[in-house]
């Protein structure tokens, strides 16, 4: 079986980062940041749809055609010194 991928868009960031909170929710990791499963997906969505827009914009997210799974990619700039590490 084939499937097709392709980029997102803007107006898909909502159902993206449903897409990420439903398949991290019962993450070990984001179990143990958010014990609450009462509020980890709201807090999920909050954080991931900051991040999926960002991505959308600056890198890009590859989608499924069936909406089984996502990709996101970001871009860095290897010429600039990362201020981080200096």
Known sequence: ????????RPAEVAAVTALLVDALSRDP??????PDA???PD???RLLAVDIDHAIETG?????GDWSAVAVWRRHDLD??????V
């Open 80 to 85: 600039t010194p990362d201020e981080r590490w």
């Open 43 to 45: 807090v999920l969505h």
């Open 29 to 34: 990791v984001a179990e143990w940041l958010v």
């Open 60 to 64: 890009h997210v590859d989608v499924a």
């Open 38 to 40: 009462g509020n980890r």
């Open 1 to 8: 079986m084939t499937t097709r991928v392709r980029r997102a």
